[in-house]
């Protein structure tokens, strides 16, 4: 009776043991992807040294999570990016700061996205082959004349403009020039400066593009965002749910720490870096070219720090274009970010 007893104890334990265990391990399990959403241009630079070196997968590796598979999705604007994250088919989504606090706001309280790191820092430039355009309120009455943006009131570019008209006419003018703006890839909006005779004369490009407008001599510049926010401003950042973050700690934190460190192999090796640019895109630029831009800081910052964030936030809550007024740039930046000398 005794053995009896004690042999339905030991089994009743070793069931429990075995749920217990079944249970650990599923409560650890993280996923064994990582997905990215980028655009186009040498703001990317990070995530194509963190792709090509496969600095994810080894350090997964070495934390014990086995084999897991990183792959980039290119799209072009901040909306698009953001409808990518929203619909989970990518896990992190690289986008100007603007489209980051537009989805901050919108899913506050809920997905709670935040950036879990920013990338660069480049201003802005607005360019035009249109000669009769020298200063910004020479826009004003034009009808045959369409500004592109990568996402129309939702890219980066297309706040600076707003912030641009703001300090021109008043904020209760913030939006007048959004009528001649228009969704476009930075690629194609380049080539139609350069071509002429298309109706979008302007285009407020990023670094290589705006480089090879300007260098085309068919083009003139006419501000740029430093103008407009008074100096050097992060310009994209990478952001994701607070699900995939809590669900796959160890994973994210991979994550995090291979862009500080390819953002660090980029500034200590820039030659480098403009190869592996090169290289990664195949493009076409001659390599001295993108040398030029990756080792200008005037240009091309590789920056973690938040840098002029909260000016975005502040005007954007202005406008009415978020709802949420963050306290600071640490309510929008995960907290893998707080060791940075933020703004």
Same mark, same amino acid.
């Given at each position: ?24 391990? /599923? ?39 086995? $084999?897991? #598979? ?73 009808? $045959? ?32 020039? $959004? ?38 001599? #068919? ?15 992060? /310009? ?59 080792? $200008? ?47």
């Amino acid at each position: 009776m005794l053995q009896r007893k004690i042999s339905r104890n030991i089994a009743v334990i070793g069931v429990a043991a075995a749920l217990g265990a079944g249970l650990a391990s /599923t409560a650890q399990a993280e996923v064994d992807k990582v997905r990215f959403a980028q655009q186009f241009g040498l703001l990317y630079l990070p995530m194509h040294v963190v792709v090509d070196k496969k600095m994810v997968q080894s350090c997964a590796k070495a934390a014990g999570l086995g $084999d897991v #598979k990183v792959s980039m999705h290119r799209f072009s604007g901040g909306a698009a990016v953001n409808q990518a994250l929203l619909s989970k088919n990518v896990d992190f989504a690289a986008g100007g700061i603007g489209p980051l606090l537009k989805l901050w706001d919108k899913t506050k309280g809920r997905l709670n996205v935040k950036a879990m790191t920013t990338l660069a820092a480049m201003p802005l430039k607005l360019n035009t082959n249109d000669k009769g355009v020298k200063k910004l309120e020479d826009y004003v009455g034009l009808t $045959d004349h369409k500004i592109s943006t990568p996402s129309v009131k939702v890219s980066i570019q297309a706040v600076v403009l707003q912030m641009a008209a703001a300090k021109k006419w008043g904020p209760e003018n913030a939006f007048k020039l $959004d009528p001649l703006t228009v969704s476009m890839k930075h690629p194609s909006a380049a080539a139609a400066l350069l071509a002429g005779g298309q109706s979008v004369k302007s285009h407020f490009a990023t670094l290589p593009t705006s480089y090879q407008e300007l260098k085309s001599g #068919k083009v003139h510049n006419v501000l740029t965002s430093y103008d407009v926010l008074g100096g050097e401003h992060s /310009t994209v950042a990478m952001y994701n749910a607070e699900a995939w973050k809590n669900d796959n700690p160890k994973l994210y934190k991979c994550v995090w720490q291979s862009y500080r460190k390819a953002m660090a192999w980029i500034n200590n090796n820039k030659k480098d870096g403009a190869a592996l640019y090169k290289r990664f895109t195949k493009s076409k630029l001659k390599i001295e070219e993108i040398e030029g831009m990756v080792g $200008d800081v005037k240009e091309m910052h590789y920056s973690l720090s938040p840098s002029r964030t909260m000016k975005f936030a502040e005007f954007m809550h202005s406008i009415k274009a978020i709802k949420n007024m963050p306290a600071s740039w640490k309510d929008f930046y995960w907290e893998n970010n707080y060791d940075q000398n933020g703004s």
